[in-house]
């Protein structure tokens, strides 16, 4: 379990904070407009009304205990500089920031953006698997229930078929087709297909069977 602080409830902070915690991890989500904070407080861990821009406000929430920060302001460009900035200098290893446009994105990894993401082309579910799993390289929502993802193949699989590790019944996933590191692409697999070194599944499947299979092979 990791610990995130999300800055900025707007839809794109709000859905990232609260699939973060669906997830397990412990969230603190932080805005200084109260009724986004009461909005999203039975969704999260903890729910704070602060000013990110202060920098006495955002020492008090001990950011240094945080393994990720995601900054999600809307449209202060500034704003969202100037937390980026201070979360760094506040000793938060890994910061993920929206960004608005190519320009804003060159000055936040200036001051030391580690991620910076564009909310038309990443979907705050999409932002939170990439965020804390290991083996989920890639996570599309499909509908609430159903999604797409990409799992590298986890140590413990190399060497087994399909019909050995048995998916579909194990981990309630459909493996669609497998892409090899050499660039091929085998599409409906077969139960004797093996998997090897550095092969990655295309598998979908429903929201709940993709966290567990997360949990189990995150290692």
Known sequence: MKQFVVIGLGRFGMSVATELYKMGHEVLAVDKNMERVEAVADGVTHAVCADATDEAELAALGLRNFDVAVVSIGTDLQASILV?????EQGVKYVLTKAKSETHAKVLQRVGADKIVFPERDMGARVAY??????????????????????????????????????????????MAIRHPDGGITVAPQGIDVLAN???LIAIGANSSITKLESLTGK
């Open 130 to 175: 990439n965020l804390v799993s290991t083996n989920i390289l890639d996570y599309i929502e499909l509908s609430p229930d159903y999604s797409l993802v990409e799992i590298a193949t986890p140590k413990t699989w190399e060497g087994c078929s399909l019909k050995d590790l048995n998916l579909r019944v194990r981990y309630g996933i459909n493996v």
């Open 198 to 200: 550095k092969d990655v």
């Open 84 to 88: 980026t900035m201070l979360c760094k």
